[in-house]
């Protein structure tokens, strides 16, 4: 029961990056349908960007989270206005090849400036732990999620009381009728795809906390924003949080616990959370295709 309770913690904590990778991800294609696939790479750049403050300003990674949000969100804002914008009414098949394209030129940039070596932030805090009962809670994640639940609950907030988080989600809804109430819809893409981008960026600082940092780190973030944002539902704040907490707390049970043998080669959880994760997905979407919380589409 103990080794349970600890395998629940360690999937909230980190489901709660997972949920903050996904949200971001899940706007964009949800309003626009656009595929980012180079949401990964914003992720990479926002751990960077905290990076480089730390080392050079000795800034806590706490305190850059709104630069890293705000670097993001202006190139996010670029890249949209100024080239997805020019194929935004195409088959989804010109956006996904762009995005593709974009991501493998931001990794490619990336590996030139800082390598393919792994670094890290190393903070005073970063082995802090304390304990209730027999589980034991890391500082630095725990703080990660309070940080993660906030950021996604602003984003709630704002989407529902501001007039532009308002004028987001009646685009969402109606395009059209979005148009004749006087939306200026690409501006509207442009603000979606930068906040998509802010937040990859912020989830990239929370990660840097506790991971190691590359050029390639972002591939397997992105994977797990597929998952997430499909398994809650496309466009849903809530759905990403709730699809977020249950994939972490799939993968840490499976890696914790899963021991498969095939063959001669024996593989262990970690090589199979992903795996079983993605079962898991794919079985719910059988009994609901539009994910926990997405709503049907006529």
């Not at 990239?204 to 972002?218: Q, V």
């Not at 496309?234 to 043998?261: D, K």
């Not at 095939?262 to 970690?270: A, L, R, Y």
Request: hydrophobic letters at 55%.
């Amino acid at each position: 029961m103990e080794l349970w309770a600890q395998d629940l913690v360690n999937g909230i904590l980190a489901g709660g990056i997972l949920a903050l990778v996904a949200v971001g991800f899940s706007l964009v294609w949800g309003i626009m349908n656009i595929i980012n696939l180079a949401h990964g790479a914003f992720v990479m750049l926002g751990a960077y960007v905290t990076y480089e403050l730390f080392t050079a300003l000795h800034l806590d990674p706490f305190l850059s989270l709104p630069i890293s949000f705000i670097a993001l969100f202006v190139l996010g804002y670029a890249i949209q206005r100024w080239l997805i914008n020019w194929v935004v009414r195409a088959p989804i098949l010109t956006t996904f090849l762009l995005t593709f394209g974009l991501s493998l030129l931001i990794v490619n940039i990336a590996q030139i400036i800082w390598t393919g070596d792994r670094r890290g932030v190393e903070t005073w805090y970063a082995g802090a732990n304390f304990s209730l009962g027999a589980v034991t809670v890391p500082w630095v994640k725990l703080l990660t999620l309070i940080a993660a639940l906030a950021i996604t609950g602003i984003l709630q907030l704002w989407l529902t009381r501001s007039k532009t988080g308002r004028a987001i989600r009646a685009t969402s809804m109606d395009i059209g009728a979005a148009q004749l109430a006087g939306v200026r819809v690409s501006q509207i893409y442009a603000i979606v795809f930068g906040l998509g981008a802010g937040l990859a960026g912020v989830a990239g600082t929370l990660i840097a906390l506790s991971s190691s940092i590359s050029p390639t780190m972002g591939d397997p973030f992105l994977i797990s924003a597929f998952a997430v944002c499909v398994l809650g539902g496309l466009g849903s704040v809530q759905g990403a949080l709730i699809g977020g907490l249950t994939y972490g707390i799939i993968q840490q049970t499976v890696a914790a616990r899963l021991e498969v043998t095939i063959g001669t080669q024996q593989i262990s959880g970690s090589g199979l959370e992903d795996a079983i994760a993605f079962i898991v997905l794919l079985l719910v979407l059988i009994v609901r295709p539009t994910g926990i919380l997405g709503r049907a589409t006529a």
